[in-house]
């Protein structure tokens, strides 16, 4: 079983940044992909980064690419998303997942085992 929590979510205008950051519990976490997801009010949970088991590769939706950053450090059990440049589309509830099945880039919700409850980012204009 495999316990997530993120943190640094927050309100912050537009052009402004934010870091996200997951923490995990359990020894395997190093065996995972990971990746981040986010939820706007009314609209389902969109893919926004992945990283592979080792954080030799990433991939990222169009709308936050150039923009995002997704690494892990697999010696804290911790995998982050630096968000710069944001806009106020890119507000939504982000979620941190793991995939146990996976150790590859991951895209889909269903590839996903494990999920984190989720922090909110606001972007004001």
């Known amino acids: 079983q495999v316990q997530l929590v993120e943190s640094g979510g927050g309100l912050v205008q537009a052009g402004g940044s934010l870091r996200l950051s997951c923490a995990a519990s359990g020894r395997t976490f190093s065996n995972y992909a990971m990746g981040w997801f986010r939820q706007a009010p009314g609209k389902e949970r969109e893919f926004v980064a992945a990283?592979?088991?080792?954080?030799?590769?990433?991939s990222y939706a169009d709308s936050v690419k150039g923009r995002f950053t997704i690494s892990r450090d697999n010696a804290k059990n911790t995998v982050y998303l630096q968000m710069n440049s944001l806009k106020p589309e890119d507000t939504a509830v982000y979620y941190c997942?793991?995939?146990?099945?996976?150790?590859?880039?991951?895209?889909?919700?269903?590839?996903?085992?494990?999920w984190g409850q989720g922090t909110q980012v606001t972007v004001s204009s």
């Open positions: 990283i592979t088991w080792s954080g030799g590769s990433t």
């Open positions: 997942a793991a995939s146990a099945r996976f150790r590859y880039i991951v895209v889909r919700t269903t590839q996903y085992d494990y």
